[in-house]
């Protein structure tokens, strides 16, 4: 993969695990571990251990099956992230 040239923002880099506190908060929510997550869309644990600390940024497709499998919107799943 290639290296950016330059770092992230932080507020990029904010957006990532407030999106990430979302993805746990919502996982909690639906009562599904990490594993169960994963099943549902086929995925790594260690991949959803990775949005939920903020390290990894989903691809669009990752979210919108993220979002399937835990029963909510793309929107309520990226929603209330704090502005840039």
Known sequence: MPT?????PGWVI???RALGENIIRLRRGAGLSQDQLADRIGKERRSVQRYER???DPSFSDLVLIAHGLGVTLAELVGGLPAG
């Open 4 to 8: 950016r040239r330059t770092p992230l």
């Open 14 to 16: 904010d957006q990532r």
């Open 54 to 56: 903020g390290e990894r």
